[in-house]
């Protein structure tokens, strides 16, 4: 939490109790300042008293537990990309052999058994769990290949590609923790990570409608410790289609569990000296064990829950300008900002952060590049034309115009707005894309069909829904042209079928 948000949970708490006073629902006193004396100040946090100045022992338990709520509900919003991407990491580190370095890779393509925030059906996934507290670690990458290595923090230590440190051409990535002043061998990449646990994510597009070839280009890939470079022990692969693979954070107060797991295996220095602030204020210290009693663990719990809470409004009803995407439409940017960092204004937005990290993972900066017929760029809407919250039980329709502007292919995806995962249905793979074979319309337009049940003869352009869940849409432009930057070209809304 920085500085100025701890300031302002700070006078937000002052001025609730100046304000009772001052309003009247306090003891009545002669004090132009509103200074408390023999008082009590009656505030939404509860009823304080004071005598002679001084807080009764009541008064000090209740206020500190106010802070405590408080700041921890700061502390789940500012380090949410880290404990997100910490339960990606035990996620995948815990798929199927267990192995180190093992790759998970989705060979059928991702449905909706895995849990991981809003995951593409049509993109292959690949993804691999390191631990650098017993040394450096190589990743020998294939020419081709697309993705990167980030920290703990979502930050990115290689980006993989054309645009990447090798420049697509491949090579020995070497990657080595804090503080390693070991030698470092000729012919690597060095990167120097921040932390030790590290994530190898990297992704491949379909051919033919078939994810075999970037399935075999991931399998070329090799992870291991340097230490046994000269005998690299076989690859481990997993498979992850059609397997229960869980990656999301809980909104519990195991959230701040994970995140003291983090704070005592990785280097202070990962945060900012305000973030280690607010964590200690709460118990969470760089090297301590977190051991909250009953009382405290009470505190955290609410405030997982007030915060989860926060992180749905701020996500999902969010009220800033610069998130809509056409001025006649209900489409918005799941980059707010159009920055991976965060701080288009200037500092770092903490609520543009967490609105994008309770719902997506991977803050690259190729995926906020505007570059013309490459990268990738996405918008997303949750809301019907008339902006009401897209309902499970109700029919709809979107009309996509022809000619959508993108080199290689498109998307529409279904997530479940309670696990922002892959919608869970009847249908394994809840989207329509250019892959799928959706019907065109005589212009070459598409309307695509969301509901309980598919209308007659519309299979290939339906994406089922289900009763009492709540869902939301991304839809992705791989490879984006002109006439979406400039707006030439807009999808329509999505409307209640008729």
Do not use: C
Request: proline content about 8%; hydrophobic content about 40%; overall charge neutral.
């Amino acid at each position: 939490m920085s500085s100025n948000r701890l300031r302002v949970v700070m006078l937000i708490l002052t001025a609730t109790l100046v304000a009772a006073f001052a309003g009247g629902a306090a003891a009545q006193t002669s004090e132009s300042h509103g200074w408390l004396n023999n008082d009590q100040a009656r505030t939404p946090y509860g009823t304080f008293q004071f005598k002679n100045g001084y807080p009764t022992a009541d008064t000090s338990r209740q206020v500190r537990d106010v802070i405590t709520r408080n700041r921890a509900i700061e502390v789940y919003i500012a380090q949410m990309p880290t404990v997100s991407w910490y339960a990606v990491w035990k996620g995948i580190a815990g798929a199927g052999g267990k192995q180190p370095n093992q790759l998970v890779i989705w060979e059928r393509l991702m449905d909706a058994k895995t849990l991981l925030l809003t995951g593409n059906t049509e993109t292959v996934y690949g993804l691999a769990a390191m631990d650098l507290r017993k040394g450096p670690i190589v990743i020998e990458v294939p020419p081709k290949m697309l993705g990167g290595v980030n920290d703990i923090r979502q930050t990115e230590i290689f980006g993989i590609g054309p645009t990447g440190v090798d420049k697509g051409q491949g090579g020995k990535l070497l990657i080595v923790p804090p503080g390693y002043a070991g030698t470092i061998p000729p012919g690597y990449i060095v990167g120097h990570s921040p932390g030790y646990r590290i994530v190898f994510a990297v992704r491949g597009f379909l051919e033919e409608g078939k994810p075999d070839a970037a399935v075999a280009l991931m399998k070329k890939a090799r992870v291991y410790a340097l230490a046994d470079a000269g005998h690299p022990p076989a690859q481990a692969f997993v498979d992850g289609s059609g397997k229960e693979i869980d990656t999301i954070f809980p909104d519990t107060a195991t959230y701040f569990d994970d995140l003291g797991q983090i704070i005592q295996d990785e280097p202070a220095e990962m945060f900012t000296p305000s973030d280690r602030f607010a964590m200690a204020s709460i118990g969470l210290v760089s090297g301590k064990p977190f051991t909250p009693d009953n009382a405290q663990r009470k505190l955290l719990a609410e405030a997982a829950q007030i915060g989860s809470a926060y992180a749905r409004v701020n996500g999902f009803d969010s009220q800033d300008a610069t998130r809509i995407v056409y001025p006649d439409r209900k489409w918005e940017q799941l980059f707010i900002g159009g920055s991976v960092t965060w701080d288009a204004q200037g500092y770092p937005n903490e609520d543009r952060r967490a609105a994008f990290s309770y719902s997506a993972i991977g803050m690259s900066p190729a995926m906020t590049s505007k570059a013309v017929g490459q990268g990738s760029q996405y918008i997303w809407t949750m809301r019907d034309a008339q902006g009401r919250y897209l309902d499970g039980a109700t029919n709809y329709v979107l009309h996509i115009p022809p000619n959508i502007p993108v080199k290689n292919f498109w998307s529409i995806v279904v997530y479940d707005a309670q696990s922002r995962s892959l919608l869970r249905s009847h249908q394994p793979f809840p989207s329509v894309s250019q892959y799928t074979g959706p019907v065109a319309n005589a212009d070459g337009s598409y309307d695509i069909y969301f509901g309980p049940k598919g209308p007659p003869g519309k299979s290939k352009n339906w994406i089922e829904t289900v009763p009492q869940k709540g869902w939301f849409v991304l839809m992705r432009f791989y490879g984006p042209l002109p006439p979406f930057f400039d707006q030439s070209w807009k999808p329509g809304d999505i409307e209640v079928a008729k």
